[in-house]
């Protein structure tokens, strides 16, 4: 009796809303070196905001979410309120979340740029 109440509350404190799933895809997305952001080569410094404009490709999308298959993203980076590039793994997903965040943009020849990146996030929740 006592593990099937220990075990239904467990389950019941785990649970988190769709909103909540989201905004961990989002902060993941902004802020994780596996993800676009900026890491320097020479120091191994990373710099949260600041996203490498090399990186932004299908294939660190999908490495950034850790073979995630429940969940469709897409990432539309705008410069001066232009598409710049836009990456999306394979669609999965219902519900739909979306929201923009002012970024840096850096280039590869060490030129950076003020951006906005829109984030949109479909999942099975």
């Known amino acids: 009796f006592y593990y ?3 075990g239904r509350f467990i ?7 769709p909103e909540a799933k989201a905004q961990t895809y989002f902060t993941r997305i902004l802020m994780s070196p596996d993800c676009f952001t900026y890491i320097d080569a020479d120091e191994g410094r990373v710099y949260p905001g600041v996203w490498d404009y090399n990186k932004i490709t ?16 897409a990432v539309n980076v705008l410069v001066d309120r232009k598409t710049e590039k836009v990456v999306q793994t394979e669609t999965h997903g219902t519900g739909k979340y979306a929201k923009k965040y002012p970024i840096i943009l850096r280039y590869e020849n060490g030129e950076t740029k003020n951006a906005e990146v829109m984030i949109s996030i ?4």
């Open 122 to 125: 479909w999942g099975k929740w």
């Open 4 to 6: 099937f109440v220990a």
């Open 58 to 73: 299908n294939e660190q999308l999908n490495n950034c979410l850790y073979e995630e298959k429940m969940t469709t993203v």
């Open 11 to 17: 389950e019941m404190n785990i649970y988190s809303p």
